[in-house]
């Protein structure tokens, strides 16, 4: 069964400085891993995924993080924090023996100091 | 394109009452979900539709919870009658096709259900 533990609850940077938001992830098959990202109010929003193509994986708003097939990790970054940067990022897996349900992890909360 | 909707945003109800809450996909998409995050817990899957199908209930916690897909539109997923355990945020999601083919399921903004 798949399961996903992200490693931080809470992580706090200052504006202007990388954010790293750690993810493990355990999967039977090969997986697919997402990072959401939920503003307050608002629906969760795809940043990025991995589907077995290229393992660093690019997104929005400045964001990317790289599937480590010997780590089973798949964290995520960003060089330079911005104000609005702040919000719970969600680590998803979905394995691709054709299951639709995602596996979600507890979430990182990230705050973003001035 | 408008995305995914829910309704209503926020309900507070008593043990034991009944409580509907309504999920809107994106237009032409067959696909739809609802997964749901208790206080302190990671949001988990409940079920999945294609149309009016089920497809995977799975996640479902019990038998006070009806989930319907009529006409392959909206959804609604009934509560009845409430517990205590219920409250948190009920997230429906929406894809046109099968995950592996087009890779995201777009959110709603959630209904927070809170039973007293």
């Known amino acids: 069964a798949q399961s996903v533990t992200q490693l931080d609850s809470h992580v706090s940077v200052s504006e202007g400085t990388p954010v790293l938001l750690r993810c493990n992830y355990s999967?039977?098959?090969?997986?697919?891993l997402f990072w959401y990202v939920q503003h307050p109010n608002k629906g969760l929003q795809l940043l990025l995924k991995?589907?077995?193509?290229?393992?660093l994986v690019k997104g929005i708003n400045g964001f990317e993080a790289e599937f480590k097939k010997s780590e089973t990790s798949f964290h995520l970054t960003k060089p330079s924090a911005h104000m609005s940067d702040a919000a719970e990022y969600f680590c998803?897996?979905?394995?691709?023996?054709?299951?639709?349900?995602?596996?979600f992890g507890k979430g990182t909360k990230l705050t973003v100091n001035p | 394109e408008a995305g995914v909707t829910q309704f209503p945003s926020h309900s507070v109800i008593e043990k034991g009452q009944t409580v509907t809450l309504r999920c809107d996909p994106i237009s032409g998409h067959d696909n739809l979900y609802w997964y749901r995050r208790v206080m302190g817990k990671e949001i988990k899957f409940l079920l999945h539709?294609?149309?009016?199908?089920?497809?995977?209930e799975s996640g479902m916690p019990n038998n006070r919870f009806l989930a319907e897909r009529t006409g392959g539109t909206y959804s609604t997923l009934k509560v009845q009658p409430a517990e205590l355990e219920d409250s948190g945020v009920y997230f429906c999601?929406?894809?046109?096709?099968?995950?592996?083919?087009?890779?995201?399921?777009?959110f709603g903004p959630g209904t927070r259900l809170t039973v007293l």
């Open positions: 539709f294609v149309k009016e199908s089920k497809q995977d």
């Open positions: 991995y589907t077995s193509a290229a393992t």
């Open positions: 999967s039977s098959y090969s997986p697919s």
């Open positions: 999601a929406s894809s046109r096709g099968e995950l592996a083919l087009t890779g995201e399921q777009f």
């Open positions: 998803v897996v979905s394995d691709q023996g054709g299951s639709e349900k995602l596996v």
